[in-house]
T-cell receptor, first 116, second 118 residues
Framework: DAGVIQSPRHEVTEMGQEVTLRCKPI?????LFWYRQTMMRGLELLIY????????DSGMPEDRFSAKMPNASFSTLKIQPSEPRDSAVYFC??????????????FGPGTRLTVL | GNSVTQMEGPVTLSEEAFLTINCTYT??????LFWYVQYPGEGLQLLLK?????DKGSNKGFEATYRKETTSFHLEKGSVQVSDSAVYFC?????????????????FGSGTQLTVLP
């Protein structure tokens, strides 16, 4: 398996523009997570899905952020409109369900977003 | 709520030096504990884990022991290499519920940058 795939790897945009980040989880995984990493706030969980259904979006910073998972092999994180403070590295991760045990989260390489 | 506190960085060591990165946690119940490593330009990778008290996780020469009495999970390595240069994250997970679909969410520490000099 190729692992978790994210695109683009780097995105530079201007304030006010719409940004869409994409993620393809590992085939067969039940959960998909979106994280944001910044120097100031470290690694934050934004939202996660179980079997394509959003379970907890309490980490989404504001209404400008939205995430979808239309099928088991694809998810998007959208920011509209983008602001300079959204500049960060965004990670997607996926894993199998593991009730009663722990299954590893596999992280993608991340998308480095710069909003000018 | 859950929280993880880990040693502030950056940490700079010479090759073959002994490494300790401290990690303490606050959680209800009996969480599982993890160390993740992030190499430059990459995503996080699981380094080791421990799922119950007194368990020792180990991998690639790194070790950490789940100490419930001190709520700690310190990372150690006896002899570091230049290739160990990375950011290390301590993390914990809460319980997973089959009924609600809620996942074992990971709560991460702030990360510790390790640089090993030749």
């Amino acid at each position: 398996d190729a692992g978790v795939i994210q695109s683009p790897r780097h995105e530079v945009t201007e304030m006010g523009q719409e940004v869409t980040l994409r993620c393809k989880p590992i085939s067969g995984h039940d959960y998909l997570f979106w994280y944001r990493q910044t120097m100031m706030r470290g690694l934050e969980l934004l939202i996660y899905f179980n079997n394509n259904v959003p379970i907890d979006d309490s980490g989404m910073p504001e209404d400008r952020f939205s995430a979808k998972m239309p099928n088991a092999s694809f998810s998007t994180l959208k920011i509209q409109p983008s602001e300079p403070r959204d500049s960060a590295v965004y990670f997607c991760a996926s894993r199998l369900a593991g009730f009663g045990s722990y299954n590893e989260q596999f992280f993608g390489p991340g998308t480095r977003l710069t909003v000018l | 709520g859950n929280s993880v506190t880990q040693m502030e960085g950056p940490v700079t060591l010479s090759e073959e030096a002994f490494l300790t990165i401290n990690c303490t946690y606050t959680a209800t119940g009996y969480p599982s504990l993890f160390w993740y490593v992030q190499y430059p330009g990459e995503g996080l990778q699981l380094l080791l884990k421990a799922t119950k008290a007194d368990d020792k996780g180990s991998n690639k020469g790194f070790e950490a022991t789940y100490r419930k009495e001190t709520t700690s999970f310190h990372l150690e390595k006896g002899s570091v290499q230049v290739s160990d240069s990375a950011v290390y994250f301590c993390a914990l997970s809460d319980k997973e519920s089959a009924a609600s679909g809620s996942a074992r969410q990971l709560t991460f520490g702030s990360g510790t940058q390790l640089t090993v000099l030749p």
